[in-house]
């Protein structure tokens, strides 16, 4: 989108490490979407589009997009109250 803001699978591989898969960040960040604890500007697959593995409210992981501001937040929030 912008350098303000990143994909959704963009923003997992920031989060990504030894121990958590890209997908599994992404899958976490899909949930904060879907629960709005995470802002994000959302572009959603129908199921009989979708490609790879699906993500929580099928997601588009390329085409969602997260404000880095927000993404700070919610990793500050995160890491306050595990």
Not at 32 to 50: M, N, V, Y
């Amino acid at each position: 989108m912008n350098d303000a803001s990143s994909s959704l699978i963009e923003a997992a591989q920031t989060l990504a490490s030894d121990s958590v898969s890209t997908y599994d960040a992404e899958v976490t960040l899909a949930e904060a979407i879907e629960h709005g604890q995470l802002a994000a500007s959302i572009k959603r697959w129908a199921t009989e589009q979708w490609e790879g593995r699906q993500l929580p409210g099928n997601l588009d992981r390329r085409q969602t997009f997260i404000a880095r501001i927000d993404l700070e937040a919610w990793i500050k929030q995160r890491t306050c109250n595990p």
